[in-house]
């Protein structure tokens, strides 16, 4: 049985993919707004909006972590996100640090340009605006997968995952505790009892870093599983 957030994507993108929407809806945020990199709690937020800022809402889509506590706020709202545009000249890029909404164009999506996406939750009657019944679905989400090392320990990387190879023992110790965005995984050598190493994809942290299973708190994963790597 395919899983529950692929049979409610497929369902909700349905109901809407023959209909024909406008570019774009305005809608107004709730104090204290903000913005997202990805569609979920997880995501960085490079801008916050005051109450009744006017967004420009092209298209929507469900969380990246769907059926996740960080894919919507609290349990009495949905996992619906909207797409929302950015003037560049009003929210600056360089004020972004570099951190951006991630669109889905590259997978035949509509989230894309210079935009981030917003819960309903941040939405001014969002719950009663409905955004499938308004503009058209994105496509599915950009994947997003968290995870984090056991409090008060920075993450270490390692430049491969087989330590029997000399130049996997170097290694170097980030700046980063807690939650850190991660990416494909591969097998390599056993730590803690455990094969499995991830690629950090931290923003600002793109050097080649592999983690290693045993500095990982197995109670911080969020969002779906990354693929296994091709190389």
């Known amino acids: ?8 994507t497929s369902l909700l993108s349905l109901t809407t993919r023959q209909r ?11 104090p204290s707004g903000v913005c997202r990199s990805h569609a979920d709690l997880m995501g960085d937020y490079p801008f916050g909006f005051g109450g009744g800022t006017k967004l420009n809402v092209s ?3 469900l969380s990246s972590m769907l059926n996740d506590d960080r894919g919507r706020y609290g349990n009495d709202s949905s996992f619906i996100w909207a797409w929302v545009d950015l003037d560049p000249n009003v929210y ?6 570099g ?4 669109g889905n164009l590259d997978k035949g999506g509509k989230a894309g340009g210079y935009g981030c996406y917003v819960h309903e939750h941040h939405i001014m009657n969002g719950s009663d605006i409905y955004l499938p019944d308004r503009v058209q679905w994105c496509g599915d989400a950009p994947h997003h997968q968290v995870t984090g090392g056991f409090y008060n320990t920075a993450l270490v990387c390692r430049n491969c995952t087989d330590l029997a190879d000399a130049k996997c023992q170097k290694q170097y110790t980030t700046d980063l505790y807690g939650f850190s965005e991660v990416g494909c995984w591969k097998k390599g050598t056993a730590m803690g009892g455990n094969t ?10 793109d050097h080649n870093c592999w983690l290693s299973p045993d500095q990982i708190d197995p109670t911080m994963w969020h969002g779906p599983p990354a693929p296994k790597c091709k190389s």
């Open 59 to 61: 298209c929507w889509t």
């Open 196 to 205: 499995t190493w991830v690629q950090l994809i931290e923003p600002g942290h």
């Open 99 to 102: 951190r951006m909404g991630i």
């Open 20 to 30: 024909k929407f406008p570019d774009h809806i305005t809608v107004q945020s709730e």
């Open 92 to 97: 600056k890029p360089e004020n972004a640090y």
């Open 1 to 8: 049985m395919a899983p529950l957030g692929s049979i409610l």
